[in-house]
């Protein structure tokens, strides 16, 4: 299971990433976003986290940012492909 940005208790966006792993019961930090934000949406396609669009700062911010993890390989890449909007 992966949690993917959001909101801290102090309602900062975060550009965090973890990974839970069900059989220690533990999260592990994992590469962060190249630009915090929260809303946004994520699916897996070919292996791959994409993790596009949501909110940047404040609540009206929208971005059109879509990112990709590569579990096999490591880092959060910015894709080209943005939202078309």
């Known amino acids: 299971m992966y949690t993917i940005g959001g909101r801290d208790p102090k309602d ?7 990974i839970f792993d069900p059989m220690k019961q533990t999260w592990t930090p994992a590469a962060p976003l190249p630009v915090a934000r929260d809303y946004l ?8 986290i994409h993790v596009i669009g949501g909110r940047t700062g ?15 390989s490591g880092p959060v890449v910015a894709d080209p492909t943005q939202l078309p909007w």
């Open 58 to 72: 404040d609540y009206t911010a929208v971005t059109a940012n879509h990112d990709v993890y590569d579990p096999a």
């Open 12 to 18: 900062q966006v975060q550009a965090t990433h973890d």
């Open 41 to 48: 949406s994520a699916v897996v396609a070919d292996g791959k």
